[in-house]
């Protein structure tokens, strides 16, 4: 039987554009094929991304940009996952990756009665539009966005960052982050609280990634 790879996608907040710069350079130079996808908060759309049909970000980041370029905090935290799944709804034509369970989607569960929190890799998703409602799962941050908190099968559940997802049972090739070239953003870009460019941000991944083609070729090309 046939080793199925992962790639695992972390949290990034609103590093976002910059992961999926990396996320854009190696969908353009290597064979993805034969990859499943883990993906935590940000990292579960980018794991849509990689596992999807879209192709061309320039639309999606003008968009973003436009929509969150000048706005507070809480706006942003707010409207980010509704406009993700508009974008990535309206991008995506071939849903195969959805009908072969290519994502696991990471997501944290509180347990009130024992008051523990524990991961969950979900895929259990039977359309696009249920795998993009997980990513909104996996993104919730509690007071920050908004009063709805989600809840699965009775249990609270929010943002994948607050656990830590077992792997043992899974072949983890490469785990993308924003800080895997060692770039390191602060707290607060993370969290949005400044004015990001993030066209810059997209490029300064993708550079990144240039810069370190050997790495990614001894991954992806053996």
């Not at 579960?44 to 990689?50: A, F, G, I, M």
């Not at 009775?154 to 072949?171: A, K, R």
């Not at 460019?197 to 083609?213: A, F, R, T």
Request: with cysteine; hydrophobic share 40%; glycine share 4%.
């Amino acid at each position: 039987m046939k080793l199925i790879k992962y790639l695992y996608l972390s949290p990034g907040g609103f590093s976002l554009p910059y992961m999926m710069g990396i996320c854009q350079f190696i969908k353009e130079h290597y064979n993805l094929k034969n990859y499943n996808y883990i993906g935590a908060s940000a990292g579960s759309w980018l794991s849509v991304y990689l596992a999807s049909d879209m192709l061309d970000t320039e639309p999606l980041l003008l968009n973003y940009n436009e929509l969150f370029k000048d706005t507070s905090l809480i706006y942003k935290w707010n409207n980010i996952c509704p406009f993700l799944i508009n974008e990535f709804s309206d991008n995506i034509k071939n849903t195969k990756f959805v009908k072969e369970k290519n994502i696991l989607v990471s997501i944290s569960n509180y347990d009130i009665t024992n008051k523990i929190i524990t991961n969950e890799l979900v895929n259990d998703y039977k359309n696009l539009n249920e795998l993009l409602n997980l990513c909104l799962i996996s993104s919730y941050i509690p007071f920050l966005s908004g009063r709805n908190i989600p809840k699965r099968n009775n249990l609270i559940t929010f943002d994948g960052v607050f656990s830590e997802p077992n792997f043992n049972n899974y072949n983890i090739n490469l785990k993308i982050s924003n800080d895997m070239f060692g770039r390191h953003f602060t707290f607060s870009e993370i969290l949005g609280k400044n004015k990001v460019n993030v066209n810059e941000l997209l490029y300064l991944g993708y550079y990144d990634s240039i810069q370190n083609k050997e790495m990614l070729d001894l991954i992806f090309l053996n």
